[in-house]
């Protein structure tokens, strides 16, 4: 073939015709051949290949040939084709395909083995760190280490971890429930210490994004079933994309409220701790640095006030109590403290949707 032996995807094609007319046993009758086809050649196929330049072939086929070994041997040969994948930095869109391919054609069971675990778990941390890299404000240019395509950062990660948990295409999740848990443990970040971190406008947090898809479902992926993430571990996913906000808040989070609208309250209550929490830790003495810390306190609580309503979300809720308000005002020598709680009422205030909104947020109404 012209990738380096490998077979042109119009080859593979006439190897799946004949593989689907005649069956496996009847194309390659040696049970070691196709063991061997599975572990090596065609991941060496998939591998010389440009990326998504016909894998989904290769990956059918290879699905097609694992469904006809037995049960010990296609566990192994596929643990074994997906550690050369890995070990030759496939792309992860690539195996996102090829996950999807190998579970329709030779069922979804057959997919979960140790190897992808492992590799979804590193997919997701590589694709965590590589994001809260690209949100840190005050971070610098440091070098985005880790961050490519095969390593499971960048935009190939969603296609793949969604794969993984069954969200697309729907299904049961192809991950062990442990997995799941590890996902959501990384996934809580909180934001940085000095409470900067640029929103995620363009939804680029692909483990959050996948984990609010499982959220939305709300059942196993099979019609049925205990859903994959529990009452908390939801909750927890819906608190993290509150702190991050930008597109996935606006694109994923509806979804999840209203599967389960249930969620709501102990959400509310999460992010109004943290709002009153970062009233109370000392202000930056920067005043570059406490402008922008104001903007980022006021969005968060705008998503708050969006969700939750302006009574539910008040002023006092918010930590802005008129006890702090009349302290403030008896210290006019706390200059930073004093601006921080205009610029947060300020940026806060600007941010809601007409009069009604405002005073409904100062007075406590309307939640």
């Keep these: 073939g012209p990738e380096e032996g490998a077979p042109s995807p119009d080859e593979v094609g006439l190897l799946l015709t004949l593989v689907g007319r005649c069956g496996p046993d009847a194309v390659v009758p040696d049970g ?33 040939l694992l469904g006809s070994l037995v049960e010990d041997d296609r566990g192994d ?15 992860r869109a690539s195996l996102s395909v ?9 069922g979804r069971d057959s997919v979960r083995c ?29 070098d985005d280490a880790g961050a490519s395509p095969e390593d499971g950062g960048g935009e190939d990660a969603f296609p793949f971890l969604s794969a993984c948990a069954g969200v697309d295409p729907p299904g049961p999740p192809l991950v062990s429930d442990g997995v799941i848990r590890r996902w959501v443990g990384l996934s809580r970040g909180g ?3 000095d ?11 692909a483990l959050l994004r996948a984990l609010l898809g499982l959220a939305a479902r709300g059942d196993g992926g099979d019609g049925g079933g205990a859903p994959a993430l529990t009452r908390d571990e939801a909750a927890s996913v819906v608190v993290q994309s509150w702190l991050e906000g930008g597109e996935t ?11 389960d609208g249930s969620l709501l309250p102990d959400v509310a209550e999460s992010a109004r701790r943290s709002l009153r929490s970062d009233l109370d830790d000392p202000p930056p003495s920067d005043r570059s640095v406490l402008e922008l810390v104001c903007q980022a306190w006021a969005g968060r609580a705008a998503r708050l006030v969006g969700v939750a309503g302006p009574g539910a979300a008040g ?28 610029l947060c009422l300020m940026y806060l205030l600007h941010s809601l949707d007409g009069p009604p909104a405002r005073r409904d947020l100062v007075l406590g109404v309307g939640g």
């Design 315 to 342: 002023l006092d809720a918010l930590g802005v109590t008129s006890r702090k308000l009349r302290d403030i005002a008896g210290l006019p020598e706390d200059a930073n403290e004093s601006e921080r709680l205009f």
């Design 77 to 91: 040969a596929w643990s074994s084709a997906l550690r050369a994948l890995a070990a030759g930095r496939c792309g």
């Design 249 to 259: 808040w606006r694109s994923c989070v509806p979804a999840v409220l209203s599967a």
């Design 98 to 106: 090829g996950l999807s391919a190998v579970a329709e054609v030779s």
């Design 114 to 142: 140790d190897v992808l675990d492992d590799l979804a778990i590193e997919t997701a941390r590589s694709a965590v760190e590589s994001y809260r890299r690209s949100r840190d404000v005050l971070a610098g240019d440091e």
């Design 191 to 193: 934001h940085p210490e």
């Design 195 to 205: 409470g900067l971190a640029l929103e995620d406008e363009d939804g680029s947090n």
């Design 32 to 64: 070691r051949a196709r063991r061997a086809l599975c572990a090596d050649a065609v991941p060496r196929w998939i591998l010389a290949r440009p990326p998504g330049a016909g894998v989904r072939g290769d990956f059918e086929l290879l699905g097609r």
